[in-house]
């Protein structure tokens, strides 16, 4: 498959995400890494290739490719038009989502988990970052660089912020610590900020999580049943924190319908295109590239939708992302052709770790 790399969606410890586009049309998103440090993006590639639904990021194939004399490992997945959960709360300066937002994303996280809880796949590192969101109000679960077998003997990963007690002992990490991290996720949903105060200081928080008795305080802003839901994801002792089937069944997401998935849809725009992958889109992106001369300023083509424009616009005013300028639109577009099939499995070179935060024992 031949593919051209575009801009840069986002930068996580590990990876660079970008925009791609194939020579048939087909826009998805490519997560990148020198192949020398790509082992947590090579065990993402593996899970990815395993897990199937829609509350799970698609993956489309991988490659490695040569740029500019490094050798780069790339996966390609789904292009996710609202970036994370955490993108969205950083668009509105720091500011929650709404409750009817928080429901409805929490709905389909634990439908995400719970498939791949029920694949014996623990992903190890939920937290809005990790959330991707659709224009139509979609969620899936992204980054699977921490994730493990159930019975496997793995070191600790993950963010310490939303770490469960008995991960942040190093005793074990399993279904139940993803549920704790979904409790934290929709605490950062519902204020916008880490779930643990002093975030500065994650040595300090991981004491706190191992050995105190204290939960992250729930906001009280928010509902009754949403309350209840968080403490039943927030309780301190494994055993008895609640599954993510007996949480499919909470009330507080039981009712969540096509309703609330709309109202979620509406803040992030309803005038979309049917699909970020029709090409009228890139093309219209293309056109207006070519007529900017400082900054970004697309043209205001129907087939661009306002969403879509904002997002582009939001990632070029971006500072960490300078490489992007749209007067340079086609130098800075790299086309790249991948040796075999599109399914290639990158097999030699020297493997180190990530820039992943892990929990070494001494
Ligand atoms: N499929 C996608 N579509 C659009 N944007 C994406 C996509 N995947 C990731 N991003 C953007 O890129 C950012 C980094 O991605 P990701 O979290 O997968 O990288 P990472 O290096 O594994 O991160 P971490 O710091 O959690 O290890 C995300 O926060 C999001 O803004």
């Not at 199937?52 to 040569?66: N, Q």
């Not at 008795?213 to 309780?235: H, M, R, Y």
């Amino acid at each position: 498959m031949e593919w051209t790399r575009g801009p840069v969606l986002g930068r996580g410890s590990s990876a660079t995400v970008s925009a791609a586009t194939s020579t048939s049309g087909d826009v998805f998103a490519v997560k990148s890494v020198e192949f020398s440090q790509s082992e947590s993006l090579r065990k993402e590639q593996h899970f990815l290739s395993i897990l199937k639904s829609p509350h799970v990021v698609s993956y489309k194939g991988c490659d490695v490719t040569r740029e500019q004399k490094n050798f780069v490992y790339n996966i390609f997945i789904d292009y996710m038009s609202g970036g994370s959960i955490t993108d969205q709360i950083n668009k509105r300066n720091g500011e929650g989502l709404t409750n009817s937002e928080i429901a409805s994303y929490t709905r389909q996280i634990v439908e995400g988990l719970d498939y791949i809880h029920s694949n014996k796949v623990v992903h190890c590192d939920i937290k809005g970052g990790n959330i991707l969101v659709q224009e139509d109000g979609g969620v899936k679960i992204g980054d699977f660089g921490c994730a493990k077998w159930d019975d496997q003997e793995a070191p600790v990963c993950g963010t310490p912020m939303f770490m469960a007690p008995e991960v942040a002992r190093g005793e074990e990490q399993g279904f139940a610590a993803d549920v704790w991290a979904l409790g934290c996720t929709i605490i950062e949903m519902a204020t916008g900020v880490s779930p643990w105060p002093n975030a500065d200081d994650p040595v300090a928080i991981l004491y706190r999580i191992a050995f105190s008795e204290e939960i992250p305080e729930i906001p009280n802003w928010i509902s009754g049943q949403a309350k209840d839901f968080v403490s039943k994801c927030l309780t301190r002792d494994p055993r008895q924190r609640w599954t993510t089937k007996q949480l499919l069944d909470h009330p507080y997401v039981r009712k969540i319908d096509e309703n609330s998935k709309q109202i979620a849809c509406e803040k992030i725009g309803t005038d979309s295109p049917t699909s970020i992958l029709d090409q009228d889109v890139w093309n219209s992106m293309e056109e207006s590239s070519s007529t900017s001369s400082v900054g970004v300023e697309f043209a205001q083509s129907d087939s661009l939708s306002k969403s879509v424009r904002q997002r582009i616009k939001q990632l070029a005013d971006k500072s960490e992302m300078p490489e992007w300028r749209c007067e340079k639109w086609e130098s800075e577009w790299i086309t790249i052709r991948m040796n075999g099939d599109g399914d290639g499995k990158a097999t030699s070179g020297a493997v180190t770790g990530g820039g992943r935060w892990r929990w070494i024992e001494s």
